[in-house]
């Protein structure tokens, strides 16, 4: 993972993408599905946390939030939102060693990942090794990640003729665009390869698409001038969304993973 790339985008990251109704629509539906799996007054370990608004959530319901970031600039902005009473913050890059306060507050209920944060992880395997320990016997893992076939980018990027956004996701190495114009190398792994990379100590419990007929990140104000081609994408996803072949092609794709109990079990340090 990386700070750089973010650390610029920190300050007005919310007005550019947290704050979009698209973001908004797509996060309601994200932490719908993570609730299924949280018992009340869960420990949750959030990797990528950005501006904080997930891990905001979640405290709000009552829960407690390890939130984690490498980006210095995006935790601060997260601590301002959150409070110190409703969680705690740690830098952590997930290509690395977790620090020991991540062991200290655990063990954790869910790890938690969204908008394609696991993606800027160079070592997936590694990554999975890292977290099960900090994990209570058949917790899950959550993670939404940028999907490497994306429908409604290749319709756009057809219908606008821009060859490079039509193919920029086909190799496993490629390269996301933040919302300030610049890009970040990221990995887009299958759901085999991540399932392959979670086998030690994980099993695959659920996937979902998120998005499949709404757009990009930088398209969303273009859909949202236009509420009428906005509902039909909404309507569409919520009817047929979910539907082979289109779930397969969503923007960006959930994924849960369960631990198993075969992996040493977690204590509180």
């Known amino acids: 993972m990386t700070n750089a790339a973010f650390d610029e985008v920190a300050q007005d990251y919310d007005d550019r993408f947290s704050n979009q109704p698209i973001t908004q629509h797509l996060r309601h539906h ?6 299924a799996y949280l018992p009340s007054e869960a420990r949750i370990l959030e990797v990528g946390c950005g501006t904080g608004v997930d891990a905001a959530h979640f405290a709000a319901q009552g829960h407690f939030v390890m ?4 980006s210095t600039e995006m935790l601060q902005v997260a601590r301002n939102r959150i409070g110190p009473d409703h969680g705690h913050f740690a830098i952590w890059n997930a ?5 020991q306060v991540l062991t200290e507050h655990g063990p954790y209920d869910m790890v938690f990942s969204n908008f394609g944060a696991v993606n800027c992880i160079s070592d997936l395997g590694g990554f999975a090794n890292r977290i099960a320990p900090l994990m209570r016997p058949s917790t899950v893992v959550f993670i939404v990640i940028i999907n490497r076939w994306c429908l409604s980018e290749f319709i756009l990027g057809l219908a606008l003729m821009n060859r490079k956004n039509l193919t920029r996701r086909w190799r496993k190495h490629g390269a996301a665009k933040l919302e300030d114009g610049s890009t970040l ?11 392959k990379a979670f086998s030690k100590d994980f099993e695959l419990k659920e996937t979902a698409p998120i998005g499949v007929f709404l757009p990009p990140s930088e398209l969303y ?3 949202q001038k236009r509420p009428k081609l906005l509902r039909i994408a909404y309507w569409l996803d919520q ?5 082979w072949p289109f779930s397969k092609l969503g923007d960006h794709s959930l994924l849960v ?12 340090a």
Not at 95 to 99: E, F, I, Q, R, T
Not at 186 to 195: A, M
């Open 257 to 268: 993973f369960q631990r198993t109990e075969t992996c040493p079990a977690a204590t509180r």
């Open 30 to 35: 994200i932490h719908a599905k993570a609730a």
């Open 95 to 99: 290509d690395a060693p977790p620090p």
């Open 239 to 243: 009817k047929i969304g979910r539907v």
């Open 221 to 223: 104000q273009s859909f």
């Open 185 to 195: 190398a990221v990995q887009l792994p299958s759901v085999k390869d991540l399932t």
């Open 67 to 70: 939130a984690t970031d490498p």
